[in-house]
T-cell receptor, first 111, second 113 residues
Framework: GEDVEQSLFLSVREGDSSVINCTYT??????LYWYKQEPGAGLQLLTY?????DMKQDQRLTVLLNKKDKHLSLRIADTQTGDSAIYFC???????????FGSGTQLTVLP | DAGVIQSPRHEVTEMGQEVTLRCKPI?????LFWYRQTMMRGLELLIY????????DSGMPEDRFSAKMPNASFSTLKIQPSEPRDSAVYFC???????????FGPGTRLLVL
């Protein structure tokens, strides 16, 4: 998905917060998603946010959406080694059923 | 609840052979998606079905790829003949109409020698 962009890599220390960023281009996006993919596994839905929301919090996860800038972020508080994975953001555009995925951000948590 | 089920989990075959990947969506979901994931191209949508009908197959690479959904609980993705460049992880996902959140299966790792 060239229209959904993410940084490829992020490294953080265990216990610190991680912030994974994503930008998208389609203003008709209705839902935005964060998926997590651990090595050798499928994509696991972490959370999603409606386009009319600015923020959503779920335990250690905080999603921030800036519709004006078409910017989505995922903050992971107190990052643990088990959070090491690839994180994909995805958007659902208008009435489309399919999702457009970013290239994924490889999060590495250092001890 | 069982999630999306895919089989086989791993497939190794020789160039020219036919490969069939299978998917059972979550019961009650009416949309089914096939994706391919490679290092070079990332996650690509190949085709998706709604109520067993193919809606968008523009992501299918070429005529060697075909997908069917004969009923609400089963879909296949077939590659014939297979080529080494088809080596990838193939994911199936399903969603329920309301909300459209997609749930992914564990994937099939295909290696074509």
């Amino acid at each position: 998905g060239e229209d959904v962009e993410q940084s490829l890599f992020l490294s953080v220390r265990e216990g610190d917060s991680s912030v994974i960023n994503c930008t998208y281009t389609d203003s008709s996006s209705t839902y935005l998603y964060w998926y997590k993919q651990e090595p050798g596994a499928g994509l696991q839905l972490l959370t999603y946010i409606f386009s009319n929301m600015d923020m959503k919090q779920d335990q250690r996860l905080t999603v921030l959406l800036n519709k004006k800038d078409k910017h989505l972020s995922l903050r992971i508080a107190d990052t643990q080694t088990g959070d090491s994975a690839i994180y994909f953001c995805a958007e659902k555009r208008g009435s489309a059923r399919q999702l457009t995925f970013g290239s994924g951000t490889q999060l590495t948590v250092l001890p | 609840d069982a999630g999306v089920i895919q089989s086989p989990r791993h497939e190794v075959t020789e160039m020219g052979q036919e490969v069939t990947l299978r998917c059972k969506p979550i019961s009650g979901h009416n949309s089914l998606f096939w994706y391919r994931q490679t290092m070079m191209r990332g996650l690509e949508l190949l085709i998706y079905f709604n109520n067993n009908v193919p809606i968008d197959d523009s992501g299918m690479p070429e005529d060697r790829f075909s997908a069917k959904m004969p009923n609400a609980s089963f879909s296949t993705l077939k590659i014939q003949p297979s080529e080494p460049r088809d080596s990838a992880v193939y994911f199936c996902a399903s969603s329920f109409e309301v909300g459209e959140t997609q749930y992914f299966g564990p994937g099939t790792r295909l290696l074509v020698l």
